[in-house]
């Protein structure tokens, strides 16, 4: 059983700056893999970033450059987003990937609004 509780959304003008968290909490195995996916008003879920527990990274081509996605330890993520653009706009949700037995949670999702 995992919970995840994210923070950092908000209202920001394009080209600023946001940093999202999320905070996992429950049954947490060191072998899983954590990210962030979004989904913005009538368009399907998408994934933004991901990091396995050791380390390693993927990025949505979008948000290359932009966006880091770094693991203060295995419980905690945080996407650092920078040069928003008003395409960013999504609810953002944090994902968990238990790798031991294949379940996924989600967290309940960040509203994000980039402004031009």
């Known amino acids: 059983q995992v919970q995840l509780v994210e923070s950092g959304g908000g209202l920001v003008q394009a080209g600023g700056s946001l940093r999202l968290s999320c905070a996992a909490s429950?049954?947490?195995?060191?072998?899983?893999?954590m990210g962030w996916y979004r989904q913005a008003p009538g368009k399907q879920r998408e994934l933004v970033a991901i990091i396995t527990d050791g380390g390693s990274t993927n990025y949505a081509d979008s948000v290359k450059g932009r966006f880091t996605i770094s693991r203060d330890n295995v419980k905690t993520v945080s996407l650092q987003m920078n040069s928003l653009k008003p395409e960013d706009t999504a609810v953002y949700y944090c994902?968990?990937?238990?790798?031991?037995?294949?379940?996924?949670?989600w967290g309940q999702g960040t509203q994000v609004t980039v402004s031009s």
């Open positions: 429950g049954s947490i195995f060191s072998i899983n893999v």
């Open positions: 994902n968990f990937h238990n790798i031991r037995t294949g379940l996924l949670y």
